[in-house]
């Protein structure tokens, strides 16, 4: 299993706007073939930060989703990103 979990930070004044720029994306996420869970969801505490979290079968799955990444545009509103791929060996329950 791969998570893909971190955090995007646009201007304070856009994020809302971003966010709903991004819905398109998730429910096609969601929709793809081997992903398990696709979230973009604006920070309790930060007006600046965007959380991210994804979950995929497959290294595959993701390739085949993620194609080539945000549009130009869309990249261009992100400030800063610490977004990072994990490999999951097994899960549990809590």
């Given amino acids: ?27 096609q ?15 309790l505490v930060d ?5 991210v979290y ?3 079968e497959t290294d595959e799955a993701l390739a085949r989703f993620r194609g080539t990444g945000p549009d130009p545009e869309q990249a261009a509103r992100i400030r800063e990103a610490e977004v990072r791929k994990y490999r999951i060996s097994g899960v549990e329950a809590p």
């Fill in 47 to 51: 007006p600046e930060r965007i959380n």
């Fill in 54 to 56: 994804e979950r995929w």
């Fill in 29 to 43: 996420a969601r929709a793809a073939e081997g992903c398990l869970d696709f979230a973009l969801s604006a920070d």
């Fill in 1 to 27: 299993m791969i998570i893909i979990a971190g955090k995007l930070w646009v201007d304070a004044a856009d994020r809302d706007s971003y966010l709903v720029g991004c819905s398109k994306a998730v429910e």
